[in-house]
DNA sequence: CGGTGCGCACCTG
DNA sequence: CAGGTGCGCACCG
């Protein structure tokens, strides 16, 4: 209920700041919910991250300062671009995410925030890349984020490094931090994660399509996932063995991303910088405890956590698919782990899929319709091309490249089982 | 004082 | 050139 309110109020805000030609950042946000709706800045700004997480909302950061944008519009334009390459954008998606977990997972929301921002506006406004010199610093710290990005081989230690670190420290700030200690583990990990990618290896494998959009995919994606990764050990385990193994293993066609990594990283680290670092460093922390504190209590006793965790995994899976192409073999190996937990996907899981699929107006339409992961598996041709009322263009993609995906993975490993 | 409207400059593709 | 973004200012209640 509150959800789908808050998305509605946030994003209506968003649009009318925008309209009205103001920064819709983190301050003019809350206080239009305020005045509005009357919700508190406080939770205004937790539900804020949770859209920025679900890429619904996206957190740029233009001009050295942070903006918020309405995801929908943004992938529009950008996509509008890609156009045909679904696949390319899925691809990126998936990346990301996997390789992500690891970055967000300290800063949190506003890393994460920025990263999707900068991948969804990528290709629009770079400019907030361009602006934001002064940010690039605090850029380096979030890095860890872009850095991630890098597709083969050198996530997987980055990621695999910094599951650990984020599972140990502690899970995310901003959607669900589970331990007490919710915004210094953040900004510890992040560091470290950080560190060690930078210190390693700069992982730029983009994929063919858009190195850029391929990196602010990935950034987004890795706040998604980092946040919940932490919180069961279960899950846990699934992702980072699916991640490594995804990325590393992807060894036949996927194989592409990694030959175009090094030209594009350059891109990828100047991009990511200005947009990650001023947000992170300096504007988040006080909104990150917030979410932190009230998350916290409310996970301990809640279920909220459980769909968190759901939730990276499910993304990593689909995401490792849709890099390999969808096609591999290893990624219907890597479906069928995911599967498993498809039955147990909440309809905030199903729509933080489908945005992070590169889907983010369609994924309100999963919400709203309350498509969990049952649902989904259910769901025919024809539901998804009319019983949602979105576009016959991204219905038949979400249905052909994913919905069936999932679907075929799943009955598979029932049938297996 | 806060919300709103918008001219204009700046960026990017 | 087109289109997005947002600063800065003026206006309104």
């Known amino acids: 209920m509150s959800e789908s309110k808050y998305r509605e109020w946030i994003l209506d805000t968003i649009d009318s700041l925008r309209s009205r030609k103001a920064r819709p950042d983190l301050e003019r946000i809350c206080r239009m919910v305020r005045r509005r709706h009357g919700s508190e ?68 929301a506003l890393g994460a925030v920025d990263q999707d921002e900068e991948d969804l506006e990528g290709d629009t406004s770079m400019a907030m890349d361009t602006d934001s010199n002064p940010d690039e610093e605090g850029a380096e710290e979030s890095h860890d984020g872009p850095v991630r990005p890098s597709p ?27 331990p007490g200690s919710g915004p210094i583990c953040n900004s510890v990990s992040a560091p470290d994660c950080a560190a060690t990618q930078k210190a390693g290896e700069r992982p730029n494998s983009l994929p063919p399509s858009s190195p850029r959009a391929l990196t602010h995919n990935e950034w987004a994606y890795d706040s998604a996932v980092c946040p919940v990764e932490p919180q069961h050990p279960g ?14 293993e992807t060894p036949s066609p996927c194989v592409s991303t990694n030959g175009k990594k090094d030209s594009e990283s350059r891109e990828e680290e100047s991009s990511l910088s200005s947009d990650q670092l001023v947000p992170d460093s300096a504007a988040q922390p006080e909104e990150v405890r917030k979410d932190s504190d009230g998350r916290l209590q409310a996970v301990s006793s809640s279920p909220d956590n459980s769909t968190l965790k759901k939730i990276d995994t ?20 890597k479906v069928e782990k995911i599967n498993q937990n498809l039955l147990q996907w909440t309809v905030a899981d199903v729509a933080s899929y489908f945005s992070a699929a590169g889907f983010p107006e369609q994924a309100v339409a999963f919400r709203t319709q309350e498509i969990d992961g049952k649902s989904l598996l259910l769901m025919q041709r024809s539901d998804v091309l009319t019983g ?3 576009r016959l263009g991204p219905a038949l993609k979400i249905y052909e490249r994913h919905i069936k995906v999932l679907q075929r993975t799943h009955f598979l490993e029932c049938d297996d089982i």
Do not use: W
Not at 41 to 62: F, G, M, S
Not at 87 to 105: F, I, K, Q, T, V
Not at 152 to 178: G, N
């Open 388 to 390: 949602l009322s979105i």
């Open 152 to 178: 083969s081989p050198t996530h997987e230690d980055a990621s695999l490094q910094c599951a650990p670190i984020r599972a140990v420290s502690a899970p995310c700030s901003p959607s669900a931090p589970q």
């Open 41 to 108: 800045p406080d939770r205004t700004c937790a539900e804020l991250e949770k859209l920025i997480q679900e890429q619904t909302v996206l957190k740029v950061n233009y001009k050295g300062s942070i903006s918020y944008r309405n995801a929908a519009k943004v992938q529009r334009r950008s996509r509008k671009k890609d156009d045909v390459s679904l696949a390319s954008a899925a691809r990126r998606s998936a990346m990301e995410e996997a390789s992500h977990s690891d970055l967000s997972n300290g800063d949190s």
């Open 314 to 333: 499910p993304y990593s899976a689909a995401e490792g698919a849709l890099l390999n192409g969808g096609t591999c073999d290893q990624v219907s190996v």
């Open 235 to 248: 899950m846990q385990r699934d992702k980072v063995e699916l991640n490594p193994v995804d990325l590393s």
